[in-house]
């Protein structure tokens, strides 16, 4: 059974930086894909990150590109997402999600890590 845990969220400035961990456990995951996702209130959820265990290869929405950086160590088995030069906009509930290699749904996710932004 997968198990994914989020923290590090918070309350940060406009212009700060946080640093949210994942960490995962249950199975190996060297052909899983950890994707970070978030939800503004009033809003749908919206991809926001992901990283291929194995392999390494990320991909980011556009929004969040050169701002938000994704990795993972895979003796930790967890997984970062660094965010600098945060704005109000990125206040969200912050998910991290599992999704096997191939297959397009995330069938596992966490219980979420809130972020709020101050102007």
């Known amino acids: 059974q997968v198990q994914l845990v989020e923290s590090g969220g918070g309350l940060v400035q406009a212009g700060g930086s946080l640093r949210l961990s994942c960490a995962a456990s249950?199975?190996?995951?060297?052909?899983?894909?950890i994707g970070w996702f978030r939800q503004a209130p009033g809003k749908e959820r919206e991809f926001v990150a992901s990283?291929?265990?194995?392999?390494?290869?990320?991909t980011y929405a556009d929004s969040m590109k050169g701002r938000f950086t994704i990795s993972r160590d895979n003796a930790k088995k967890m997984v970062t997402l660094q965010m600098n030069s945060l704005k109000p906009e990125d206040t969200a509930l912050y998910f991290c999600?599992?999704?096997?290699?191939?297959?397009?749904?995330?069938?596992?996710w966490g219980q979420g890590t809130r972020v709020t932004v101050s102007s």
């Open positions: 999600a599992a999704r096997i290699v191939g297959e397009f749904e995330y069938r596992n």
């Open positions: 249950g199975r190996t995951f060297s052909n899983y894909r």
């Open positions: 990283i291929n265990w194995s392999t390494g290869t990320t």
